[in-house]
T-cell receptor, first 115, second 117 residues
C-alpha cells in the first residue's frame, strides 16, 4: 500500500518568510510524528499526534513552529519567520496505534533551505 | 533522559565480510530498540526492532541485532556485507511505559556504512 507522503520534496525560502510542510500518513495510522534532521545529525523529535489526544509539542524548538492535524489524516507543520538555522530535512512518520511497540514508518522528507 | 550513542561515525568493510554497527543506550527502565537505514535523498526505512523475548532479532535484508541488557547495547550485524548495504544507519530507542511523551523515538547521530567491492 501507499506509504507516508510529504510535500513539497524541496523548499527554498528567504529568511523571514513563513513555510508550510505537509504530511499524509499511511491510511489507518492513528499516530503521526514530525522530526527534524539537520546535516550530519540524528533525528530530532518535534511533535507527536495521537488520535484526539492533546499533541506532545515538547520538541518544538520555538514558538515559530506549530503543527496541526485534521482527525487522523493530513498534518501540516508551519514555520513562521524562518531563520537560516531552520534549514534541515523535515521528516514525518506514522504508526498504526499508540503502543510503544509500534513501528514508525517514515516519509521521504521535505528539504528546507532558508537563504 | 534517554540517549543513544553510535560511537562510530563511519564503518568501512569489504564485500563478503561480516559487519557490525554499534549502538549503546542510556535509558530509565527497559526500552524498545529500533534500527533504521537511510539511503541518499530517501526517508528512513525500518530494519528491525527489539521488544521482548529472544535477544537476537532478525530483520530485513539479512540484518540482525543483538540486545545485551548488561552492556546496554543493541549492535546491528550482518554475516556477509553487500555493496548495496552502503547507507546511513540509525539506532533509536523508545520509552516503555505510559504517558503522552512516550511516542517519540530518540535517535543516535547515525553511522555511515561503506561496503567496498
Amino acid at each position: 500500500g501507499a506509504g507516508v507522503s510529504q510535500s513539497p520534496s524541496n523548499k527554498v525560502t528567504e529568511k523571514g518568510k513563513d513555510v508550510e510542510l505537509r504530511c499524509d500518513p499511511i491510511s489507518g495510522h492513528t499516530a503521526l510524528y514530525w522530526y527534524r534532521q539537520r546535516l550530519g545529525q540524528g533525528l530530532e523529535f518535534l511533535i507527536y499526534f495521537q488520535g484526539n489526544s492533546a499533541p506532545d509539542k515538547s520538541g518544538l524548538p520555538s514558538d515559530r513552529f506549530s503543527a496541526e492535524r485534521t482527525g487522523e489524516s493530513v498534518s501540516t507543520l508551519t514555520i513562521q519567520r524562518t531563520q537560516q538555522e531552520d534549514s534541515a530535512v523535515y521528516l514525518c512518520a506514522s504508526s498504526l496505534a499508540p503502543g510503544q511497540t509500534d513501528t514508525q514508518y517514515f516519509g521521504p522528507g521535505t528539504r528546507l533551505t532558508v537563504l | 533522559a534517554q540517549s543513544v550513542a553510535q560511537p562510530e561515525d563511519q564503518v568501512n568493510v569489504a564485500e563478503g565480510n561480516p559487519l557490525t554497527v554499534k549502538c549503546t543506550y542510556s535509558v530509565s527502565g527497559n526500552p524498545y530498540l529500533f534500527w533504521y537505514v537511510q539511503y541518499p535523498n530517501r526517508g528512513l526505512q525500518f530494519l528491525l526492532k527489539y521488544i521482548t523475548g529472544d535477544n537476537l532479532v532478525k530483520g530485513s535484508y539479512g540484518f540482525e541485532a543483538e540486545f545485551n541488557k548488561s552492556q546496554t547495547s543493541f549492535h546491528l550485524k550482518k554475516p556477509s556485507a553487500l555493496v548495496s548495504d552502503s547507507a546511513l544507519y540509525f539506532c533509536a530507542v523508545r520509552d516503555r511505559g505510559r504517558g503522552s511523551t512516550l511516542g517519540r523515538l530518540y535517535f543516535g547521530r547515525g553511522t555511515q556504512l561503506t561496503v567496498w567491492p
